[in-house]
C-alpha cells in the first residue's frame, strides 16, 4: 500500500465523517414507536400516521417487534409509546411504572387455520377451546409460534382453558420460536393446524394453499368466540427515572389514535375489502 | 431541538438529485444508499483499526500473540446478532451510553457492523502477513528499515492477502440481517437496508419482490468485489 493509496483511503472515510457530522441539525421531535409485526404489516399505520406527523410536526419511527419485544423496548425506555396486543403483559406494564395507562384502540380477531383434510375433525367449531381439545385429543400436528409474542400469549391462554398443557416434545406440538409467516408455510409444509391473526392470514393467503380456516369464519362479525378477540391497546412509556411522566408527544399520540377522526380512519381501513381492524374507543357524545 | 437521531442525510441529498423519487424506486433507492453507506462506514473503521492492530499482532513480538490470533479467529465465528444485542444493551436509554441517543439510527448500525467485521479483517491480515516469506523481513532490516518501513515492505508483499480480508469483513456485515435488525429497527426512510428489507418483505409474503432485492443486494456485492479484485491484480506494479 503506497501512501498515495493511504491518504486516498483516508480522505474518502472523512469525507464520509463530515457528511455524517454536519447532518446534526435541527429536526422535528422524533417519537419511536414499538409495534407487532402484525400491525405493521397491515399497512394501517402507513395509512393515518401522516395525520399526525402533520398536526404535532413530528417524525414517528415505528420499530415493528414481537409483544414480547416491545414491552422490553418500553421497560428500557427505547421506545416513546407502544402499540401492542397482550392485555396481560400490558397490565402488568402498566402496573409496575412503565406506562402511564393502557387505553384500548382496536381489536380484530384471532383465527385457527389448519390442512384442507382436517384430521381433527374441527371445521366449523364456533368454540376455540373446545377446537385446541379435540387437536390435543387426536394428536393431530399443532405449530406454535413459541416466542413470547401476543399471538403466542392468547395461544397459552386458550389451552390453559381447555386444560391442557401442550409438551413441546411431544410429536404432534412444535414450538418453533420464529414469526407469524414463517409459522404459517411451517404449517402449510406440515400439515399442522396454527393460530393467527386474521390480518396477517389474509396478507399470507396466496401463499398458503393447504391452509385453510377451520375456525373463526370468513369474516370477523362470523367470529363469535370472545376468547379469540385481538385488543390492540395504545401504551405511553414513562421513561425511567422520570417524575413527569411520558413525553408530551407520547401523550398526543395515544390521544390521536383514539379521537373519533383517527377511529374513524381505522374503521374506513380496507384490505381485500375487508375491515382489518374495529375501533374500539369509546366516544361519549 | 438539536437532534442527531436520524442522521446520515446523504441519502436523502442523493435522493433530492434523483428525477423520479416520487415513486416506489425512490425508496428502493433510498434503501440501497443506507446499505453502501452504512456497511461502507463500519467496514471503512474496521480496516483503519483492523488492518494495523492485525499487521501489529503479526509483526511483534510480544508474548500474548498466539492468545490475540485465536480470540480474533473466535470473533470471526461469533453470532452477529449477539454482536447486535451487546450493543443494543449499551446504547438502550437505560444502558450506559444511552445518553448519546444513537440506538434505531444509522450510527447504531454502524457500531454493530465495525464491531461484526472488526475480527474478520484484523485476524485475516494476521494470517496474510505471517504467510510471507520470513527473509522478505530479515533482508528488509538488514537493509537498515524502522519498524514502520518494515512493515509497510511486509504489507505491499502480502496485498492480496490483505484486500481479501476486507472483502471478508465486508461479505460479513452487508448481508447481516439480526443485529441491524435489533439496534437499527429497520425503520422506512431511516435504517432500513437492503437485508432487513428482505425480512420485512418475506413476512408480508412478497416472496417475488424479497428475492428480488436478494438480487439487487447480489449484484451490489458483485460490484464492491470487481473493485475490490481490481485492486488486489494491481499487486504486480508493486513487485520489486
Not at chain 1, 363469535?224 to 399520540?253: H, K, M, R
Not at chain 2, 423519487?21 to 462506514?41: A, C, F, H, M
Request: contains cysteine.
Amino acid at each position: 500500500m503506497r501512501q498515495r493509496e493511504i491518504g486516498v483511503g483516508i480522505s474518502i472515510i472523512t469525507i464520509f465523517l463530515v457528511i455524517v457530522g454536519s447532518s446534526c441539525s435541527s429536526e422535528p421531535a422524533r417519537l419511536i414507536l414499538a409495534t407487532t409485526t402484525s400491525t405493521y404489516d397491515s399497512g394501517l399505520l402507513d395509512e393515518i400516521l401522516p395525520d399526525f406527523e402533520a398536526r404535532n410536526s413530528a417524525q414517528v419511527d415505528i420499530v415493528a417487534v414481537g409483544t414480547g419485544q416491545a414491552i422490553s423496548l418500553g421497560e428500557r425506555g427505547d421506545a416513546d409509546v407502544l402499540l401492542v396486543h397482550d392485555q396481560e403483559k400490558e397490565q402488568a406494564f402498566v402496573e409496575a411504572g412503565f406506562g402511564s395507562e393502557r387505553i384500548p384502540v382496536m381489536y380484530n380477531d384471532f383465527i385457527i387455520v389448519g390442512p384442507l383434510e382436517d384430521p381433527a375433525g374441527i371445521a366449523g367449531l364456533q368454540d376455540a377451546t373446545k377446537a385446541f381439545k379435540e387437536i390435543a385429543l387426536n394428536m393431530t400436528a399443532f405449530v406454535s409460534r413459541g416466542d413470547e409474542s401476543g399471538t403466542h400469549s392468547k395461544e397459552m391462554k386458550i389451552w390453559d382453558m381447555a386444560g391442557i398443557n401442550p409438551d413441546p416434545s411431544s410429536s404432534w406440538y412444535y414450538a418453533i420460536g420464529q414469526g407469524m409467516g414463517e409459522t404459517l408455510q411451517f404449517a402449510q409444509e406440515s400439515k399442522a393446524y396454527t393460530l393467527v391473526d386474521r390480518g396477517t392470514y389474509l396478507s399470507l393467503k396466496e401463499n398458503l394453499d393447504d391452509l385453510m380456516v377451520v375456525v373463526g369464519g370468513s369474516k370477523i362479525e362470523n367470529n363469535t368466540d370472545p376468547n379469540l378477540i385481538n385488543e390492540y391497546s395504545v401504551i405511553p412509556v414513562i421513561p425511567s427515572g422520570s417524575v413527569t411522566g411520558p413525553s408530551a408527544l407520547a401523550e398526543a399520540f395515544a390521544e390521536w389514535l383514539v379521537s373519533i377522526e383517527t377511529q374513524e380512519k381505522i374503521a374506513g381501513y380496507l384490505k381485500y375489502n375487508l375491515p382489518l381492524f374495529i375501533p374500539l374507543a369509546n366516544h361519549q357524545p | 431541538m438539536i437532534y442527531c437521531g436520524n442522521l446520515l442525510h446523504l441519502a436523502d441529498i442523493l435522493l433530492a438529485l434523483y428525477p423520479f423519487n416520487d415513486n416506489g424506486s425512490g425508496e428502493l433507492l433510498r434503501v440501497i444508499l443506507t446499505t453502501l453507506q452504512v456497511s461502507g462506514l463500519a467496514l471503512g473503521i474496521s480496516t483503519l483499526v483492523g488492518v494495523p492492530f492485525g499487521a501489529f499482532v503479526a509483526l511483534s513480538q510480544i508474548r500474548a500473540r498466539r492468545v490475540i490470533t485465536v480470540l480474533l479467529y473466535t470473533g470471526m465465528g461469533f453470532p452477529p446478532v449477539v454482536v447486535g444485542l451487546a450493543v443494543y444493551l449499551v446504547l438502550s436509554r437505560s444502558g450506559p451510553l444511552g445518553e448519546l441517543e444513537w440506538l434505531f439510527t444509522p450510527l447504531a448500525m454502524i457500531t454493530a457492523q465495525t464491531i461484526i467485521a472488526f475480527p474478520l479483517v484484523a485476524g485475516l491480515t494476521v494470517a496474510a502477513l505471517e504467510g510471507v516469506d520470513p527473509e522478505l523481513r530479515l533482508r528488509a532490516i538488514s537493509l537498515g528499515s524502522s519498524r514502520v518501513q518494515e512493515a509497510i515492505i511486509v504489507m505491499q508483499e502480502a496485498k492480496g492477502g490483505l484486500v481479501a480480508a476486507i472483502v471478508a469483513g465486508f461479505g460479513g456485515i452487508i448481508s447481516e440481517v439480526g443485529a441491524a435488525m435489533l439496534v437499527g429497527g429497520n425503520i422506512e426512510s431511516s435504517t432500513r437496508v437492503l437485508s432487513t428489507a428482505i425480512v420485512l418483505e418475506t413476512r408480508q409474503g412478497a416472496f417475488g419482490f424479497a428475492l428480488a432485492l436478494g438480487g439487487v443486494l447480489l449484484s451490489l456485492s458483485f460490484l464492491i468485489n470487481v473493485i475490490f479484485v481490481m485492486l488486489q491484480g494491481q499487486r504486480r506494479w508493486y513487485r520489486r
